[in-house]
């Protein structure tokens, strides 16, 4: 994981645009098999990211300069303060078949707090529902709730965003249906007439919207570049033709 203060970061973001008018360098389609990348596409993302930084969207710059200048302090503090856990988180997905940046969206769900409970009743760092807990594969009851168990529920939500990529096919998708409920996804994918993400963006709910934007820009404050999870499938491709 590549630290960097956010006054660095901002610096990145300025340099982005430049970088994403750049040519992309990879030539072979792209490949993917059920639900997971398949080893050779991702073979030919890391080669291509080696030449090129995924850049960030220019639409996204301003949000992240301002979401960093409030948030950036607090982001390192995570960091600092929950290692072992982002450890572990990566380990866990590494194994389920998941790109290890998805641990960002428990940063923005819960900051990383096992102890963390919404309103609405989800808990634990990936902030699961009871009913969604417990179609994973967790115990949710009086005597244990396993949503705070760091490794059984990243395993769960590994399991759980390997079965939404299997639908989407799509990192910033998977996202917005992380928050918002797949049927909800789907719908505005009918609607929009497309499964691109900032063109169906609009008809999702305001909430889900910022969620996908503090996780693209969570990523970038730890990575100080993009990746895989941080391109719609569409920029995707572009990016390795």
């Not at 030919?44 to 409030?70: C, N, R, W």
């Not at 940063?107 to 760092?125: P, R």
Request: aromatic share 10%.
């Amino acid at each position: 994981m590549k630290r960097k203060n956010r006054h660095v970061f901002v610096t990145v973001l300025l340099c982005c645009n430049a970088i994403a008018q750049a040519t992309p360098v990879a030539q072979q389609p792209l490949v993917s098999v059920g639900s997971v990348v398949a080893a050779d596409s991702m073979q030919l993302y890391e080669a291509a990211v080696e030449q090129m930084p995924v850049p960030l969207q220019t639409s996204m710059i301003s949000f992240a300069k301002g979401y960093l200048d409030a948030h950036g302090e607090l982001l390192e503090s995570i960091q600092d303060q929950h290692e072992y856990t982002f450890t572990v988180v990566r380990k866990v997905l590494s194994q389920q078949g998941i790109p290890e940046e998805m641990l960002y969206l428990a940063v923005v769900e819960s900051k990383m707090k096992n102890t963390a409970t919404s309103g609405a009743g989800a808990a634990g760092i990936w902030q699961l529902m009871p009913g969604t807990a417990r179609s994973w594969g967790l115990h949710v009851n009086p005597k244990a709730d396993q949503r705070r168990h760091i490794y059984y529920s990243s395993v769960a939500a590994a399991k759980y965003l390997r079965y939404l990529y299997a639908q989407f096919d799509d990192w910033l998708l998977v996202v917005a249906a992380y928050n918002c409920g797949e049927g909800t996804v789907a719908k505005a994918m009918r609607q929009a007439g497309s499964k691109d993400y900032w063109k169906l963006q609009r008809l999702l709910p305001t909430e889900t919207r910022d969620h996908v934007k503090r996780f693209i820009a969570t990523h970038y404050f730890y990575e100080g570049e993009g990746s895989w999870v941080t391109l719609t499938k569409p920029e995707r491709e572009q990016y390795l033709r």
